[in-house]
């Protein structure tokens, strides 16, 4: 393979700055169609983003021969069918998070890759992102000493300005996310933890429905056993009054601590020499270093940036943080 050439499945408002241009500014890669159910949709971003082909079905655009990879950027209900029959049609896979509805669905994904040639990378973006890559960096050189527990605490009001806004709000509804807020934006968080600190011993979790605006859990509360000895705890409540909401991770070392927003530009840090603020430029399409990792994965030339493997650990912290086992 010389080149990626790319189809969408799923050209909404994630694809429309996100992601969707990222595909056509990198080397080697290629938009050559997109996908929607809705078929003006579907014309209408093809046409804005000059993109050759559309459809308005999956199987349309699979059994386009030219096309070598799919992005997958449904709803996570159907991520599992989809993969699967892109994983059938020998299609290289972006799939976007959370990996599938549950850890059940992602280990049947999983399954069908072992089976197949197919490559698959999730959408795990802020692995890739400067912030979150320094943040692994400094970890690594000890500034703050050993490591000795990491906490995150989103807390947002029930109308939160964190979460991408939808035509039908689907975020909310468990049969098309898989839960609530709390599916949309705790697997970059979590997986970043994952990144940092490696493989996972143990973790419980607890969430229940306070507000009862909708059908999803509103509060989640979790804590992670990491074999390295790292202890974690998370907080993502989204019913609190907007004075109160807060977006933060705090990685206390046994000679400092570093903190950060997962959705700001800085990260602090406090050593035994002094306090420190790094400041990082705004990327205009979010996912394009981990598109850039994904599609020299895909070539051959660099290993997978985030894996099915990954994913799914993700998912089993997911599903036991809801009480779903």
Same mark, same amino acid.
């Given at each position: 393979?010389?080149?990626?050439?790319?189809?969408?499945?799923?050209?909404?408002? !994630?694809?429309?700055?996100?992601?969707?241009?990222?595909?056509?500014?990198? /080397?080697?890669?290629?938009?050559?169609?997109?996908?929607?159910?809705?078929?003006?949709?579907?014309?209408?971003? /093809?046409?804005?983003?000059?993109?050759?082909?559309?459809?308005?079905?999956?199987?349309?655009?699979?059994?386009?021969?030219?096309?070598?990879?799919?992005?997958?950027?449904?709803?996570?209900?159907?991520?599992?069918?989809?993969?699967?029959?892109?994983?059938?049609?020998?299609?290289?896979?972006?799939?976007?998070?959370?990996?599938?509805?549950?850890?059940?669905?992602?280990?049947?994904?999983?399954?069908?890759?072992?089976?197949?040639?197919?490559?698959?990378? !999730?959408?795990?973006?802020?692995?890739?992102?400067?912030? $979150?890559?320094?943040?692994?960096?400094?970890?690594?050189?000890? !500034?703050?000493?050993?490591?000795? $527990? /990491?906490?995150?605490?989103?807390?947002?009001?029930?109308?939160?300005?964190?979460?991408?806004?939808?035509?039908?709000?689907?975020?909310?509804?468990?049969?098309?996310?898989?839960?609530?807020?709390?599916?949309?934006?705790?697997?970059?968080?979590?997986?970043?933890?994952?990144?940092?600190?490696?493989?996972?011993?143990?973790?419980?979790?607890?969430?229940?429905?306070?507000?009862?605006?909708?059908?999803?859990?509103?509060?989640?509360?979790?804590?992670?056993?990491?074999?390295?000895?790292?202890?974690?705890?998370?907080?993502?409540?989204?019913?609190?009054?907007?004075?109160?909401?807060?977006?933060?991770?705090?990685?206390?070392?046994?000679?400092?601590?570093?903190?950060?927003?997962?959705?700001?530009?800085?990260?602090?840090?406090?050593?035994?020499?002094?306090?420190?603020?790094?400041?990082?430029?705004?990327?205009?399409?979010?996912?394009?270093?981990?598109?850039?990792?994904?599609?020299?994965?895909?070539?051959?030339?660099?290993?997978?940036?985030?894996? /099915?493997?990954?994913?799914?650990?993700?998912?089993?912290?997911?599903?036991?943080?809801?009480?779903?086992?």
């Amino acid at each position: 393979m010389e080149k990626v050439v790319w189809g969408i499945i799923g050209c909404g408002d !994630v694809a429309e700055v996100k992601s969707g241009p990222a595909f056509q500014k990198i /080397a080697n890669s290629e938009l050559l169609a997109v996908m929607r159910r809705n078929a003006n949709k579907a014309k209408d971003f /093809a046409e804005r983003h000059q993109v050759p082909f559309w459809y308005d079905s999956v199987e349309n655009l699979l059994e386009n021969p030219e096309i070598n990879t799919v992005y997958i950027a449904t709803p996570p209900s159907s991520h599992l069918e989809i993969t699967l029959k892109a994983i059938e049609a020998e299609k290289h896979v972006y799939l976007e998070k959370p990996m599938a509805l549950s850890a059940e669905e992602a280990e049947t994904i999983l399954k069908a890759l072992e089976k197949s040639t197919t490559k698959l990378t !999730v959408a795990h973006y802020r692995r890739k992102l400067p912030a $979150f890559l320094k943040v692994g960096e400094l970890l690594e050189r000890q !500034v703050i000493g050993q490591i000795r $527990f /990491a906490e995150i605490k989103i807390l947002q009001p029930p109308k939160s300005s964190l979460i991408a806004d939808s035509e039908d709000n689907w975020r909310i509804k468990p049969s098309i996310s898989g839960g609530g807020y709390f599916h949309d934006l705790a697997p970059h968080q979590l997986d970043l933890m994952i990144s940092f600190f490696g493989e996972i011993n143990d973790f419980r979790g607890f969430s229940s429905n306070q507000q009862n605006l909708y059908k999803a859990d509103d509060i989640i509360n979790g804590i992670i056993s990491f074999k390295s000895g790292v202890q974690f705890s998370g907080l993502w409540c989204f019913n609190i009054s907007e004075k109160d909401k807060k977006d933060q991770c705090i990685i206390y070392g046994s000679k400092g601590s570093i903190s950060f927003s997962f959705f700001g530009d800085k990260v602090s840090i406090n050593s035994q020499t002094g306090k420190e603020v790094l400041h990082f430029d705004t990327i205009p399409h979010i996912q394009q270093p981990m598109i850039q990792a994904a599609v020299e994965y895909f070539l051959g030339k660099a290993n997978n940036p985030c894996s /099915a493997e990954d994913g799914l650990s993700v998912m089993k912290v997911i599903d036991r943080f809801c009480n779903k086992f």
